[in-house]
């Protein structure tokens, strides 16, 4: 990878997790970018659905199971739009889970770029099954 790409990659990344921040959730914040030709087309971050409460977790503290993802909420973004995806760059601070691994194939993402591993690698697998670029770019210290 050139200097250039992973200068871009980083700063799109900062960006993802500075988004991350209007995340209600307790547990784990996320943020999603998606970039086409060097464009930002969508935005998304961990939460609830539009007009639920902004309450991510119930009493135990376990994650509600109607809470989307960040990827997923940057997706549907951008099937509410005259924005496509094919062949853009997600970038998400977080690897995918296998749910949303599918939602990015078949929106035809080509590339996604996360900064943690998550604890189950198998979205990430799946990307790499599907031909999609991925990149795990750990957080500069």
């Given at each position: 990878?050139?200097?250039?790409?992973?200068?871009?990659?980083?700063?799109?990344?900062?960006?993802?997790?500075?988004?991350?921040?209007?995340?209600?959730?307790?547990?784990?914040?996320?943020g999603a970018l998606i970039v086409k030709d060097k464009m930002i087309i969508s935005d998304g971050?961990?939460?609830?659905?539009?007009?639920?409460?902004?309450?991510?977790?119930?009493?135990?503290?376990?994650?509600?199971?109607?809470?989307?993802?960040?990827?997923?909420?940057a997706i549907t973004k951008i099937a509410r739009?005259?924005?496509?995806?094919?062949?853009?760059?997600?970038?998400?601070?977080?690897?995918?889970?296998?749910?949303?691994?599918?939602?990015?194939?078949?929106?035809?993402?080509?590339?996604?770029?996360?900064?943690?591993?998550?604890?189950?690698?198998?979205?990430?697998?799946?990307?790499?099954?599907?031909?999609?670029?991925?990149?795990?770019?750990?957080?500069?210290?």
């Open positions: 990878m050139d200097k250039k790409q992973h200068d871009l990659d980083s700063r799109y990344i900062r960006m993802a997790k500075i988004w991350a921040e209007n995340s209600y959730c307790q547990r784990r914040q996320v971050y961990n939460g609830t659905p539009s007009g639920f409460e902004n309450i991510c977790e119930n009493e135990q503290g376990l994650t509600k199971p109607y809470v989307l993802h960040a990827e997923a909420n739009s005259g924005n496509n995806s094919e062949g853009a760059t997600l970038y998400v601070t977080t690897s995918p889970c296998i749910e949303c691994a599918k939602l990015i194939i078949q929106a035809g993402i080509k590339r996604v770029v996360y900064s943690e591993e998550y604890h189950v690698a198998d979205g990430v697998d799946l990307l790499k099954r599907a031909g999609v670029e991925t990149l795990y770019l750990k957080e500069e210290e």
